[in-house]
């Protein structure tokens, strides 16, 4: 093995720690629809996931780097960025996964990045540009595209198989979700995985401790595969029942629609070379299935809760790694101060979590009552617009509350 | 500031158009499917080949995304 400095060995600890909350975090991308429509049990289905985003993680070793490489001026960057930006990013997938909310995990990293190159080396060091163009027009489309495919794609499939018998059909509509999520969970594991590796590979040049433009060294690749397939299999409950039964009700039919829009705009766009994030492409397309069958309702209230989390995204990880890479400034000591800083906190947040568990038995209860900080987020969010009516009970004059009443339902016609 | 708006239009339409096939032929099968059970003779034949017909086309296209991820 390379010669690795203690500094060194922190920050690749800290990637493969980053990893794992990927997993954790992303696995609703490929599972919520699948869980929460009965194809698969919830504990098979991430299994399922993990072994997918495993297989992925060694297809290939193209996209390592590109994480980095174009969005920060990569010469000069020390191991000391690269941990505060990792610190960034992990607190915000911690943050967004006790809230509930599906976050890009793209997104937190490359904020935390440039927050801590901010911090390093001031703003000329980041391409402006390159931010615009590859982070913040996808996370726009995104859910845009994937959403119209999926609304499209459900219309059409009803009026399809018109006054076909539900039952029959449900066992069919079941195995092409599960291969749809399949191919989800696989193309995860390449890309994800191997953004670890690019940071990890990317710290190691900047340590010194391999040369330049050197490929992912072999326990890079394995470390960064089983740690994402740990995540995965850990199963981000929280998250997969805001994706899978918070935005919308999926009926099999949906369910199949919205994971197979999420893949094809996922492969399509990575393909085509204009990369569109994993996790808004999915939260599109389920809510594009929402509002393809007749009578299906989206609620709006969480929809915005989750795009004001977009929105925070990229700067609530970039203030936090900008702040890491300001106190790791002061030397040794600042460094082991954002450490412990890291554990602490993220033990802080699984302490938390403690008080109200989701986990594979209760994944496809309705939603929960909203926490202390979804309250605090959904209070700076404007009132879900259009009349607050609900079907099956009394009417609610929710916009009178709309902040008491956050999981209020709008009634799409 | 440079945005590759041709980019972004072909994964627009590359993801509608796929999806949309995709989601049909699958629904088609599908619903073929459950016509050969209640369907008898010649026309339970038909719709059973109908169905596999449908099934094979999304299969091969599962197969090209399988190709897409490991060929990158």
């Not at chain 1, 509930?100 to 540009?129: K, N």
């Not at chain 1, 906190?345 to 926490?371: K, L, M, Q, Y």
């Not at chain 2, 500031?1 to 339409?13: P, Q, R, T, Y």
């Not at chain 2, 209640?38 to 169905?51: E, I, R």
């Amino acid at each position: 093995m390379e010669h690795i400095t203690l500094l060194l060995g922190i920050v690749i600890v800290t990637a493969l720690v980053f990893d794992f909350t990927n997993g954790f975090h992303d696995t609703a991308n490929a599972m919520a629809t699948t869980i929460s429509t009965g194809a698969l049990k919830p504990k098979v289905a991430v299994a399922m996931s993990a072994a997918l985003n495993l297989v992925g993680a060694f297809l290939s070793v193209e996209v390592a780097n590109t994480i980095s490489k174009g969005l920060v001026d990569e010469t000069g960057i020390r191991p000391e960025v690269i941990f505060a930006a990792l610190v960034g990013a992990i607190l915000w997938n911690l943050v967004t996964w006790l809230v509930g909310l599906p976050s890009s995990s793209s997104h937190a990293l490359m904020g935390g990045l440039v927050g801590a190159t901010i911090a390093s080396a001031g703003t000329g060091a980041v391409h402006g540009d390159v931010l615009v163009g590859k982070v913040l027009l996808p996370a726009v489309a995104a859910p845009v595209v994937a959403g119209l495919a999926a609304m499209v794609a459900t219309r059409l499939s009803y009026k399809l198989s018109g006054g076909a018998d539900t039952k029959a059909t449900k066992k069919g509509y079941r195995a092409g979700q599960i291969a749809s999520a399949g191919l989800v969970s696989l193309a995860h594991g390449t890309n994800d995985a191997q953004k670890t590796m690019g940071i990890i590979t990317l710290a190691l040049v900047a340590g010194g401790a391999i040369a330049p433009d050197s490929n992912p060294p072999v326990w890079v690749i394995l470390s960064a595969g089983v740690a994402i397939a740990l995540g995965t299999f850990l199963g981000g409950w929280r998250i997969i029942r805001t994706m899978g039964r918070g935005l919308t009700d999926l009926q099999p039919q949906q369910g199949f629609a919205a994971q197979t829009s999420a893949a094809t705009v996922i492969l399509a766009s990575s393909h085509i070379g204009f990369s569109l994030s994993t996790t808004h492409s999915v939260s599109g397309s389920v809510m594009g299935a929402g509002l393809g069958r007749k009578g299906g309702v989206v609620r709006w209230s969480t929809a915005t809760r989750m795009a004001v989390a977009w929105v925070l995204t990229l700067p609530a990880a970039a203030l936090v790694g900008a702040l890491a890479e300001w106190v790791t400034g002061f030397g040794t000591w600042g460094t082991a101060l954002v450490a412990v800083f890291l554990v602490a906190s993220s033990f802080a947040i699984w302490r938390r979590s403690r008080h109200e568990v989701v986990d594979h038995n209760n994944v496809n209860d309705t939603e929960e009552p909203p926490g202390v900080v979804t309250q605090a987020i959904a209070a700076v969010t404007p009132p879900p617009a259009g009349t607050l009516t609900d079907g099956l009970t009394a009417t609610i004059p929710a916009p009178a509350e709309p902040t008491v009443n956050p999981s209020a339902q709008s009634r799409v016609a | 500031m440079h945005i590759d708006w041709s980019a972004l239009g072909s994964v627009f339409g590359v993801s509608l158009g796929i999806s949309v096939a995709l989601v049909a032929l699958f629904t088609l099968g599908v619903a073929g499917l459950s016509k050969k059970e209640t369907a008898q003779g010649g026309s339970a034949v038909a719709a059973a080949t109908g169905a596999y017909v449908c099934f094979a086309a999304c299969a091969a296209a599962v197969a090209y995304g399988i190709s897409l991820i490991i060929t990158k």
